[in-house]
């Protein structure tokens, strides 16, 4: 695959005269990193450069530790009006949340992305479907555009990259070299990694033993493909932070019996409207396994083949029969 061409995204940076970078709602580390990356090189050039997502409202606890977190303003402090305004690692406009607004009063908006279902909602649209993380993209339009990554930066795209590819364990051509060049620069990628996925604070443990115990197995959905679901209600997450609640879809997806996993997330602040994560992978044979991407995309999310999510509203019984209708019954 030819790789997409980054010189747009590299002329209308290099033209900005002040940047706001929007990432997405329930921010991981890919689009904080990815984020993060870009304002350290903004603010270098000694452009004006603010970061911020719309929620919820601090940044989880595992990415406090990102240099250059001082550039992260509240969302009720992101300008109105701005000459470019960046979309990172945000697959559609609502992933924006409360701070889809800021799109249509600024003059320019550029979206950078790797998501496959990203519908295009910049006037200019950087997206490479091959990349693995967004991280990765951002590196290479720093590379076209002459700007070094220091150890900073690379701090930054590091964390995206290790959290996009389950450390390491999704990776695409190039992933690993752009690990090695990353950790040149003298990052300690163990403790980046340990930091953002594996520390957990104990309150994680009941939560995760109540939640785990909802778990059902819907062996026949997905035209046999086998469904596995567990439930996250807001009283379950009083006590542990945002990360811990988004940890759960990676230990669900290993039950051997179904292809796809999804996770119900319930609102901490309103009852009955809930984020889904949704994930599958290729069959044991190699090849395309189901494509959650098309299933949370039809239910109004996006996100990749493998990978991807939604949110909605309503009972548990509603998400669930909409999900099965989705993915289709044998």
């Known amino acids: 695959?030819?790789?997409?061409?980054?010189?747009?995204?590299?002329?209308?940076?290099?033209?900005?005269?002040?940047?706001?970078?929007?990432?997405?709602?329930?921010?991981?580390?890919?689009?904080?990193?990815?984020?993060?990356?870009?304002?350290?090189?903004?603010?270098?050039?000694g452009v004006p450069v603010v970061v911020s997502f719309a929620e919820p409202a601090e940044l989880p606890v595992s990415m406090r530790s990102l240099p250059a977190t001082d550039l992260l303003v509240r969302?009720?402090?992101?300008?109105?009006?701005?000459?470019?305004?960046?979309?990172?690692?945000?697959?559609?406009?609502?992933?924006?949340?409360?701070?889809?607004?800021?799109?249509?009063?600024?003059?320019k908006t550029l979206v950078i992305d790797h998501h496959r279902s990203n519908t295009r909602f910049g006037q200019v649209n950087v997206?490479?479907?091959a990349a693995e993380s967004t991280a990765g993209v951002i590196a290479r339009i720093l590379d076209a555009w002459g700007e070094p990554i220091d150890r900073d930066i690379?701090?930054?795209?590091?964390?995206g990259l290790v959290t996009d590819t389950g450390s390491f364990k999704w990776t695409r051509p190039g992933s690993h070299t752009l690990a090695e060049r990353l950790l040149a620069t003298g990052i300690d990628g163990a403790a980046i990694t340990r930091t953002l996925m594996d520390t957990h604070p104990f309150a994680w443990l009941p939560m995760l033993s109540k939640v785990l115990g909802s778990a059902q197995l819907v062996p026949d959905a997905a035209h046999g493909a086998g469904l596995v679901y567990a439930v996250v209600r807001?009283?379950?997450?009083?006590?542990?932070?945002?990360?811990?609640?988004?940890?759960?879809?990676?230990?669900?997806?290993?039950?051997a019996e179904a292809q796809v996993a999804a996770v119900f997330k319930e609102s901490r602040s309103e009852a009955e409207h809930w984020t889904v994560s949704l994930r599958s992978h290729a069959n044991h044979d190699g090849t395309p396994g189901v494509d959650v991407a098309c299933v949370a995309t039809a239910l109004g999310g996006g996100g990749?083949?493998?990978?991807?999510?939604?949110?909605?509203?309503?009972?548990?019984?509603d998400l669930l029969t909409n999900l099965l209708r989705t993915l289709g019954s044998p």
């Open 75 to 107: 969302a009720d402090q992101v300008p109105r009006e701005v000459d470019v305004l960046v979309s990172v690692d945000c697959g559609a406009a609502g992933r924006l949340g409360s701070l889809r607004d800021r799109l249509d009063s600024a003059a």
């Open 1 to 45: 695959m030819t790789p997409v061409d980054v010189t747009p995204a590299v002329e209308i940076l290099d033209a900005a005269k002040s940047v706001t970078i929007l990432c997405h709602v329930q921010p991981d580390a890919d689009t904080i990193g990815s984020g993060l990356a870009l304002a350290q090189v903004l603010r270098r050039r």
């Open 154 to 159: 690379a701090h930054c795209l590091f964390a």
């Open 304 to 317: 990749h083949r493998y990978a991807a999510g939604y949110s909605t509203t309503g009972t548990t019984t």
């Open 127 to 129: 997206v490479d479907e």
């Open 234 to 255: 807001r009283e379950d997450t009083e006590s542990v932070r945002s990360e811990e609640v988004e940890s759960i879809i990676d230990l669900i997806r290993t039950t």
